[in-house]
């Protein structure tokens, strides 16, 4: 992982990957009318970029790398942590377990793609970041959970985001990082 590389790709593949949410939620039409672009620009790249240096480049890069801990382990440790962290925005047990759940899944989507595109930290750092300034610019809701309607988006956002990059290791004939042999221990 090397902070310098990547920084433009990530942003560009970043925007691309989450038009759908950026499409979706402004023809839902739902927008928070005392949003600060500025402010928020500034705090949802700052979460981004700390969260993403400490879970997959830190937390999950030590698993993974320095202990030779497997994809499945160290994600999962990664994503345990991750998700507690988020459950701040809770304020039930169901809405507890969703957050979890939500903010779990995210973790092992980012630390794929962080993987996937040779440990470019930049892709799961945009991405984080333009998801949080959408969810924030739409006022779409407090917490990582949404509705039915708003995780559509964030779900065609994933989706494009896997098919991308599975599709460019098949155009360059190139296997993707991640395999059996490296899932359990490396």
Same mark, same amino acid.
């Given at each position: 992982?090397?902070?310098?590389?990547?920084?433009?790709?990530?942003?560009? @593949?970043?925007?691309?990957?989450? +038009?759908?949410?950026?499409?979706?939620?402004?023809?839902?039409?739902?927008?928070?009318? &005392?949003y600060?672009?500025?402010?928020?620009?500034?705090?949802?790249?700052?979460?981004? $970029?700390? !969260? !993403?240096?400490f879970?997959?480049?830190? @937390?999950? #890069?030590?698993?993974?790398?320095?202990?030779?801990?497997?994809?499945?382990?160290?994600?999962?440790?990664?994503? $345990? +942590?991750?998700?507690?962290?988020?459950?701040?925005?809770?304020?039930?047990?169901?809405?507890?377990? #969703?957050?979890?759940?939500?903010?779990?899944?995210?973790?092992?989507?980012f630390?794929?793609?962080? +993987? !996937?595109? &040779?440990? &470019?930290?930049?892709?799961?750092?945009?991405?984080?970041?333009?998801?949080? =300034?959408?969810?924030?610019?739409?006022?779409? !809701?407090?917490?990582?959970?949404?509705?039915?309607? =708003?995780?559509?988006?964030? =779900? =065609?956002?994933?989706? @494009?985001?896997?098919?991308?990059? +599975?599709?460019?290791?098949?155009? &360059?004939?190139?296997?993707?990082?991640?395999?059996?042999?490296?899932?359990?221990?490396?």
């Amino acid at each position: 992982m090397h902070i310098g590389h990547g920084f433009f790709k990530g942003l560009y @593949l970043a925007f691309l990957f989450t +038009i759908p949410m950026l499409a979706g939620y402004y023809l839902m039409g739902r927008y928070n009318t &005392n949003y600060s672009i500025l402010r928020n620009c500034t705090f949802a790249f700052k979460d981004a $970029f700390r !969260e !993403e240096l400490f879970y997959r480049a830190f @937390l999950f #890069g030590q698993l993974f790398r320095t202990a030779k801990w497997g994809f499945l382990p160290a994600v999962a440790i990664n994503g $345990f +942590i991750f998700g507690a962290a988020h459950l701040y925005q809770a304020h039930s047990i169901a809405q507890s377990a #969703g957050v979890f759940a939500v903010t779990f899944a995210g973790a092992v989507w980012f630390t794929w793609l962080f +993987i !996937e595109w &040779n440990g &470019n930290l930049w892709l799961p750092v945009f991405l984080h970041f333009f998801m949080n =300034l959408y969810w924030d610019l739409f006022s779409t !809701e407090q917490s990582a959970l949404g509705g039915l309607m =708003l995780n559509l988006p964030r =779900l =065609l956002t994933i989706v @494009l985001s896997v098919y991308v990059t +599975i599709k460019l290791c098949q155009l &360059n004939n190139r296997h993707l990082n991640l395999n059996r042999s490296n899932l359990i221990r490396q």
